[in-house]
Structure formats: C-alpha cells, structure tokens
C-alpha cells in the first residue's frame, strides 16, 4: 500500500474557491437572463402601460390601438426576418429566442412624429407581459422604419415591419 500526502497551501486553496465562486455566479446570471435580456419594460399587461412604454421614448400616442393581433414570430429564418431582427438587435432586443412562439402585436398611432404627412405608427412586440420587440414605422411613400428611440437615425435601407417578416413563414 502506498500513502502520498501533499503540502496544501491555504492561500492557493481560498484562491481556487474565489474563482469557482465566481464562475458559478457567471453560469447563474447567464442562464438565467441576467445581463443578456434587452431593457425592457416589465408589466405591459395593460393598454395604460404600453402607452407609457411609447411615451417614455417621447411619442405621444392615441391611446387606443389602432390594431392588436396575435402574431407568430418565425422558426426559420430569411433575409425578411434577418433585417427585422437586426433592427431589434440594434435596439438590445432580439427576437431569436422566441422563435416559434406567439406574440401579441399592439399598433399605436403616433401624433408628433417630426415632419410627418402620412400617418406613423408604432408597434410592440409583447410576450408574457414583456416588450421583446417593436418598431416605428413611418408610412409615406419615402418612410423609413426605426426603433423606437426618436432621435434614432435612418438608415438607406430599411427593416420590413413583423407584418412582413412573419408573412414569409406563413
């Protein structure tokens, strides 16, 4: 029979602990969304809150929604969805993870979009009380669509709307 002892070191042993400790509060915040969900808005359950969700980026708003629907967010992806989502990307959403899922899809007409000639409008994503996404969409013939920051700048091409990205799966 053979017997080894080994000479530990406290300071190594309370070093090794430290890191440990560390990395499993990484894998908990990680696995469970701390840090990686998007801002958002938690309570949307009513009308009055998506309402002062948009109002918080600076819309005035008519109060109620000009349309609300169930929408089914795709599985597969396409150029379509790609570019709607990067546009939610851009804005710390992403729509990856709820793929397949249905959301609930609310419209707002927007009052003072600056310049506007054709009606604008803004549409939440919601799922489970959440906003997970959304957009503003100016529909004049040269209307671009954006996130919902206002002071948020245009790029030459735009993101089609979620009516457009979840008609390509359906």
Same mark, same amino acid.
């Given at each position: 029979m053979m017997v080894m002892t080994a000479k530990v070191d406290k300071k190594k042993i309370a070093i090794i602990l430290a890191v440990v400790i560390v990395a499993v509060a990484g894998l908990i915040m990680l696995f469970s969304g701390g840090g990686?969900?998007?801002?958002t808005s938690t309570g949307v359950a009513s009308n009055d809150d998506r309402v002062e969700?948009?109002?918080s980026f600076g819309w005035d708003?008519?109060?109620?929604?000009?349309?609300?629907?169930?929408? %089914? +967010?795709?599985?597969?992806?396409?150029e379509v969805y790609d570019r709607y989502n990067a546009l939610q990307k851009s804005q710390g959403y992403d729509l990856t993870q709820y793929a397949g899922k249905t959301?609930?899809?609310?419209?707002? %007409? +927007?009052?003072n979009y600056p310049g506007a000639t054709d009606p604008v409008y803004a549409t939440l994503l919601i799922y489970q009380n959440q906003v997970i996404g959304g957009d503003i969409t100016n529909t004049s013939a040269k209307g671009k669509i954006q996130g919902f920051k206002m002071t948020q700048t245009l790029p030459e091409t735009t993101a089609p709307s979620v009516t457009e990205a979840t008609a390509v799966t359906e």
């Open positions: 990686s969900e998007p801002t969700f948009l109002k708003v008519t109060t109620s929604p000009a349309e609300s629907s169930q929408v %089914k +967010i795709p599985q597969q992806s396409s959301v609930m899809r609310y419209v707002y %007409k +927007i009052n």
